[in-house]
């Protein structure tokens, strides 16, 4: 397992250390596993910066791109050419940043024990994070945490970013049947667009319980002439577009005609090829959590929760894992606790107003999965009437209630 890190010329993300007077650098890093040994690996990332036009020039001056090797397995190397762990990590914010968020808080492995073990202080990398400024960092100093978007750099602590929805499911629940012509999907998605959606979600595929479930062919027929109309109207400029599916032939689609985002319910269930494919479409994926898929989500054994806010953070952990160990980078998952999935009203309840406890359990985890940007599908849910109607079966606690309430009102994502 290695860790190289990255950075690359831009517009807007960090405030460069050491040399002032260049452009923003956009840093990030990722694990992986190579064949290569650790000189050719640093081979490999010359040629890699030289193809994309890195020239030789001042030492810590400008440069498109900049790769280095920060950990090689539990190596220790001290060679003319190459130094590991990288000499100076434990000096650099926007090296620790997206170092901390790929190391695990429980080192489940010899490997990741060793980088503790090896960094400059005895303590460990949490320690250096934290003498450092740790979290406080973030968001001053020029240093702000990004998704790459379509064109953009989204700061999703900066706001809560609406999420308008577009259902193109005669079947489907709330709007089912009304958008199935073209023209007034468009309208529809005029009208989101002008109430403020900053995201426009298209699904074509029904996740009701006893919903038929759609082949790619079916999802596509519906999908394209909507998607291919939306991307002529101006109001979608500068809006992003997310397309709400498992398969991974209607996500390559639809990023080929323009969206922007994959929303995948089944978190890579549905489809094994969805996370490969993503993977090659670079482009950001929402993982939700759910059991089962949607005909059995609701069964008696997918609803059994002994802590909803610690099961769902701990299984929607491991979906992010095998994510990322598809080759999908962190910094491109968007987490979804999965509001109504394999939940009764109860459980969403609890869930909801227990946002920051998943995050909490998350971040005993990875420190990474506790900062993903998380999204919460809460609109025209069943149990949201429920909160309101006094003759609910639903067992109401008050508190949860009205956690659950300010968390949908104050935008608690
Ligand atoms: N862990 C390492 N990863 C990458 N390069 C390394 C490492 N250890 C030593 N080096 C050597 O450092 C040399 C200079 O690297 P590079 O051009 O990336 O420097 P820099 O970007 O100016 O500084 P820095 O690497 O501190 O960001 C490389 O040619 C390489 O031989
Ligand atoms: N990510 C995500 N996708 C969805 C959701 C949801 O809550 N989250 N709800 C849906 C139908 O209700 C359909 N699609």
Known sequence: ???????????????????????????????????????DLLRLLKKIEKDLGRTDGIRYGPRPIDLDILFYGKHHINSESLTIPHERIHKRPFVMAPLMDLVRTSTETDVEASWHSLSKCSDGLFKIWENLGGESLIGKEGLRRVLPVGDELLDFAERTHVM?????????????????EVEAAVNQVKLLVSEGADIIDIGAQSTRPSAR???????LERLVPVLDAVMKIPEIEGKLLSVDTFYAEVAAEAVSRGVHI???????????????????L?????VMHMRGDPSTMQ????????DVCKQVASELYSRVRSAEMAGIPLWRLIVDPGIGFSKDSKQNLQLLAGLSSVRREMSKTSVGASHMPMLVGLSRKRFLGEICNHASPVERDPATVSAATSAILGGAT
Request: aromatic residues 6%.
């Open 299 to 306: 069964s008696d054994q997918n609803l059994q929760y002994e």
């Open 164 to 180: 308008g929805i577009l259902n193109l499911t005669p079947d489907s629940f709330s709007d089912g049947g009304k958008f199935q």
């Open 1 to 39: 397992m290695v860790i190289v890190t990255g950075n690359v010329e831009l517009e807007c993300a960090c405030v460069p250390a050491y040399v002032t007077n260049r452009p923003p650098f956009l840093n990030s890093a990722v694990r992986g596993t190579t064949k290569l040994g650790p000189h």
């Open 282 to 286: 670079g482009v950001p994926y929402i």
């Open 213 to 219: 479930r759609l082949s790619v062919g079916e999802e």
């Open 262 to 280: 994959v929303n995948d319910v089944s978190a890579g269930h549905l489809d094994p090829k969805i996370l490969e494919g993503v993977r090659e």
